[in-house]
Every structure is written in structure tokens, then in C-alpha cells.
């Protein structure tokens, strides 16, 4: 049997968990940490962390929050964003990451994947897809949260980069992020068709319904939800307003207004629903 | 000391290091013989290549130190690479010799293709554990865990030549294989028990009460 994985994404700027619209426009909802904690109690299969900013890693508080989470979250954690070295690597290893994920060093030297993999181990590296749909209907890979374009073909960089000894690919349609119109299916089934290793459909979910297509009609390995899970939880994590007035966009907090097109549920009924729907997952006794 | 960590500079060490300090068990990581044979539990973990982690511990000298260290008779744990490591032999990228203390081979996921059910390689993610022997309630699982998701990330699993030390077994596309053994005081899993949740912090306090 497969069992499916839901992973909650957590996008971090500075100290806090952000979201934003097709990777921009973040807003601030909280402290990462309570997120992850509450995600860890509700059943996530593992946690997604992702460095908006795409800080230098040797002067990066990004790692102090990685320790403080692993100290309490025993389920493996990924982080991304700005990791360029085998150095860059280590440190974010070091501080209790279980895996890292790249894309734009991967993209600029496709021959840091095949480093990477041999020296921590291929099950370490994922490797971070960021895709724009084109008018001809075929798929470009983007960095940089979409703002530069590569022009790199999807599904031939898909094969590439499990070819180069990538673990997973993390599949993310900016079109679709933040939006909640969905997950791209195309995409999703087009890579997954492509490769062996685990693709992680990400971007665009606003209910379980979503998930059930991404995995029944496109063959998704996992699923990485983000503004779903968030919007619904920051009520749950208690009352955040007023701790984050120095940095980012803090008017959605403080309006406490929810965002209609996303389902309502917490990350244990969504499971649930999965379940009831017949997608095999781990739930929690 | 009640833990050593073997570090063999393969992998991440430091969740099965936040696992031990999560339910109050003392812990070193460290590729010191001395410190190794000197703790009361020693636990060999890992993630990766095979024959790469075979060239680390002979050129760190640290498979005399494990050969010694269970002839101690002190409780041996393996996790993961660390399981497959203790057999005779893996077929990762051609034949290479392991440490020879479970008689068995290491032999990689072959599944047919069908494209309803795909079966990734590696098989990264949960799956259940079937118990299959009555030795496992003498083991750190004691009495729980049967039925229980574990947290799995390996594409090469184990095949004991002696069935009787199979604790337990997993299925995974059409390959039911073994998950869990349990030879004279060695207890090893495919699985992570330091990523499996409460679920697996449970193991390391089944581990914490027996050694006080």
C-alpha cells in the first residue's frame, strides 16, 4: 500500500509564517514554530519550511527556528529557500532539517543536484519545481518565486533532475498558488507520469475535494497545502495580533477577516475527509 | 552514557539525538571507540548508499568497534541503513559486502509497471507494521505498536536468512518485506522511530524504562 502524505507548507520572512498570492503579496500570520506545532499535533505527515527571502544561510535565523521546532516535532522536516552550496546544506542539516530542497541553484548548475545527492544521500535532496503555465499549454520552470524566468521545459527538467539523483520533486504551479481555484491536474499528471521518485503536488488547494483530484485523477505522490490549512488555523493558534507590527503586512491579522474560498477545516478533518473519501493516509488513533 | 550515537559521517544524526533528549535518555554522537564501548545502548543509524557507509565505518575502524560492542551483549540498535548494514551482502549498484552479523541480503524494490498504482522508488512516507513474531514483545516495542504507521525512507530492504528473527513486515507495492528483527540483543527497524511521531517517542521511552 501507498499512503498518501499531507504536508503542510510554511512559508517564512524574517521570524514569521507568511502568505502571499503566486509566492507574492505575503501577508504575516504568525510565529512558524506554533504553526508547525499545531500542524504536528493535528497528524502532518512532515513540514514544509520555505525561506521566502532566500537568505544567506551563514547569517540566517532561519536556522534557530528549524532548531526550536525539531526539539518538539518528531516527523521529518524539509527546508528550502536560497540554499546554493553543499555548505549551505550542512548548515540547515545541522541545525535538524531531515531534508533540503533546491531550485535555483539547481537550475543555474543542474550538476549540484548529482553533488548533493552523492554526498547526503539522494533521499535528502528534493528538488523544487516552480511552474508557469504558457500559452502553447506546455510548462517553463521559474526561480526566484516565480519573478525570473528560465526558460527551462518542465517535464524534460522533471526526468533531469531524477536522473541527477533528486529523492522527490516538490511541484508547485505559481498560476495556481494562493489561489485556491485548485491544483494545475495537468502538471501533476504529467510529471508524475515522467518520473519514479515522489512528486509533491503543490499550489492551489482550497478544499479536500482539491487533494482527491490531485492524488485520483493526477497520481500525486503527497500534497503540500498552505493557505487551506493556515487561514483556517490562525484562529485555532490563538490571539497573534500586535506581536508582528515591525515587519511585513500585518492587515490581515488584524482584520481577522477569513477568505471565503478556503474550506474552513483544521489539518485533522482534512485528513479525516481524505480518509472517508478513500484516499489511503496515516490518521491518527 | 546510556545512548552512543555511531556517527559514520553519512547522515543526519541529530533527530535520533532530539528523540533521546525528548524522553531523558543521555546521548553522545560520536565516532569514538572507547565512548562507543563504553555506553550502556549503542544505536547505529543512517540514511543513503550502502557501500559508501560500509567504506566509512571499515576506514573509521568502526566495524571492530560494533562487532565488539555487541559482543558485549549490551542492547544493539540499527535504524534504517543501520539495519541493512548488519547483513552479508546488498545488490545496491553491484554486490557489496555488509558486516556480516545477520545472516541475510539487502535487495532493492523491483515493481512491475502499472501505471493505476505507482509505487515510487524510494518509498518515502508511512506505512503500517504487521507483527509477525511472538519475540516481539521482548524487544523495546513490548506490547504496542502492531498495526501502527512508522515512518519509512528506503528503496533496498532486508531478507533474513533465519525467518525466525523477523519481528515484523511492511508491504509496499507488491512486496511484503521485513521491517523490524530482533537476533540476541540486536533490535534494528527499517523504520524511523525518531521520525515516527508520538508514536516513535514512544519506542525511545519503551527504551528510556528499560534501562532505568
Known amino acids: 500500500m501507498k499512503y498518501i502524505r499531507i504536508i503542510p507548507r510554511l512559508d517564512i520572512k524574517g521570524p514569521n509564517l507568511v502568505k502571499g498570492i503566486h509566492l507574492e503579496g505575503l501577508r504575516v500570520l504568525g510565529k512558524p514554530e506554533d504553526f508547525a506545532q499545531l500542524y504536528y499535533e493535528h497528524g502532518a505527515d512532515e513540514i514544509i519550511y520555505q525561506d521566502t527571502v532566500a537568505s544567506l544561510y551563514q547569517r540566517n535565523n532561519l536556522t534557530e527556528i528549524i532548531t526550536r521546532t525539531v526539539e518538539n516535532i518528531f516527523i521529518p522536516l524539509t527546508v528550502g529557500g536560497g540554499i546554493r552550496t553543499l555548505d549551505d546544506i550542512n548548515i540547515v542539516l545541522r541545525a535538524g532539517a531531515d531534508k533540503i530542497s533546491i531550485n535555483t541553484a539547481a537550475v543555474n548548475n543542474p550538476s549540484f543536484i548529482d553533488q548533493a545527492s552523492r554526498f547526503f544521500g539522494s533521499s535528502t535532496i528534493v528538488v523544487a519545481i516552480e511552474c508557469i503555465r504558457q500559452n502553447d499549454g506546455t510548462f517553463l520552470a521559474y526561480t526566484d518565486n516565480g519573478r525570473e524566468h528560465t526558460g527551462v521545459e518542465v517535464l524534460n527538467w522533471a526526468r533531469e533532475a531524477e536522473g541527477r539523483g533528486a529523492g522527490e520533486i516538490l511541484l508547485t504551479s505559481i498560476d495556481q498558488e494562493g489561489t485556491g481555484n485548485g491544483f494545475d491536474l495537468d502538471l501533476i499528471r504529467m510529471v508524475t507520469a515522467a518520473v519514479k521518485i515522489p512528486v509533491i503536488a503543490h499550489g492551489g488547494a482550497a478544499n479536500v475535494p482539491h487533494i482527491v483530484d490531485s492524488i485520483n485523477s493526477a497520481g500525486a505522490d503527497a500534497v503540500a497545502i498552505a493557505s487551506m490549512l493556515h487561514y483556517a488555523s490562525v484562529k485555532l493558534i490563538g490571539d497573534l495580533t500586535g506581536k508582528y507590527e515591525k515587519e511585513g503586512n500585518i492587515e490581515f491579522l488584524k482584520g481577522k477577516k477569513s477568505f471565503k474560498s478556503f474550506g474552513q477545516e483544521n489539518l485533522m478533518e482534512i485528513k479525516s475527509q481524505l480518509n472517508d473519501s478513500g484516499i489511503p493516509l496515516r490518521v491518527l488513533n | ?208 524504562n528499560k534501562i532505568g
Request: aromatic share 10%.
Open chain 2, 1 to 208: 552514557m546510556d545512548i552512543a550515537i555511531i556517527d559514520y559521517k553519512m547522515s543526519n544524526l541529530h533527530s535520533v539525538q532530539a528523540a533521546c533528549r525528548k524522553v531523558g535518555l543521555s546521548s553522545v554522537i560520536t565516532s569514538d571507540q572507547a565512548q562507543i564501548l563504553d555506553a550502556k545502548i549503542a544505536v547505529l543509524p543512517g540514511v543513503g548508499a550502502f557501500s559508501k557507509a560500509m567504506n566509512h565505518l571499515v576506514e573509521l575502524k568502526l566495524d571492530d568497534c560494533i562487532y565488539r560492542f555487541i559482543e558485549s551483549g549490551k542492547p544493539f540498535i540499527g535504524i534504517c541503513l543501520g539495519l541493512q548494514l548488519l547483513f552479508d551482502e546488498s545488490d545496491e549498484f553491484g554486490k557489496h559486502t555488509g558486516l556480516g552479523i545477520v545472516k541475510g541480503k539487502v535487495k532493492k524494490f523491483h515493481f512491475l509497471e502499472n501505471s493505476n498504482s505507482k509505487h515510487p522508488i524510494p518509498q518515502i512516507g508511512w506505512n503500517k507494521v504487521q507483527q509477525t513474531s511472538t519475540i516481539w514483545k521482548d524487544t523495546f516495542l513490548g506490547d504496542n505498536y502492531n498495526d501502527d504507521f512508522m515512518y519509512f525512507v528506503h528503496s533496498h530492504y532486508v531478507v533474513p536468512e533465519d525467518e525466525n528473527i523477523i519481528l515484523s513486515t511492511t508491504t509496499y507495492g507488491t512486496t511484503e518485506y521485513c521491517s523490524a528483527i530482533k537476533q540476541d540483543n540486536i533490535f534494528a527497524t527499517q523504520f524511523h522511530p525518531e521520525k515516527s511521531g508520538k508514536i516513535g517517542i514512544k519506542i525511545y521511552e519503551g527504551i528510556k
